[in-house]
Nanobody, 116 residues
Framework: QVQLEESGGGSVQAGGSLTLSCAASKMRTSINYQAWYRQAPGNERELVARITRSGQMKYADAVKGRFIIYRDTTPNTVFLSMSSLKPEDSAVYYC??????????WGQGTQVTVSQ
């Protein structure tokens, strides 16, 4: 069973930065895409950013210009660099992955809290 391990959440003041990471282990096939979602209390889970196998990226309008999703040389690991954070960015952030077979996996979530 594929496992996603998230790290990097925490508390920061408005205008600050955080970088989340998500490492996938026990992969049996290749990754189709990796993504970050978030869910604030009372809200539905929403897509924040996604990066495909080919490197195409998609961002929610609310985070364009402030968040960057990327991969580096660490195998099966995706990062979300968040800057100019706002209180409305506070949420539980979930790592998401789809493999080339079509199976979808979720991380357990990491809390991001942005204070005024």
């Amino acid at each position: 069973q594929v496992q996603l391990e998230e790290s990097g959440g925490g508390s920061v003041q408005a205008g600050g930065s955080l970088t989340l990471s998500c490492a996938a282990s026990k992969m049996r096939t290749s990754i189709n895409y990796q993504a970050w979602y978030r869910q604030a209390p009372g809200n539905e889970r929403e897509l924040v950013a996604r990066i495909t196998r080919s490197g195409q990226m998609k961002y929610a309008d609310a985070v364009k210009g402030r968040f960057i999703i990327y991969r580096d040389t660490t195998p099966n690991t995706v990062f979300l660099s968040m800057s100019s954070l706002k209180p409305e960015d506070s949420a539980v952030y979930y790592c998401n992955l789809q493999d080339v077979i079509g199976d979808i996996y979720w991380g357990q979530g990491t809390q991001v809290t942005v204070s005024q």
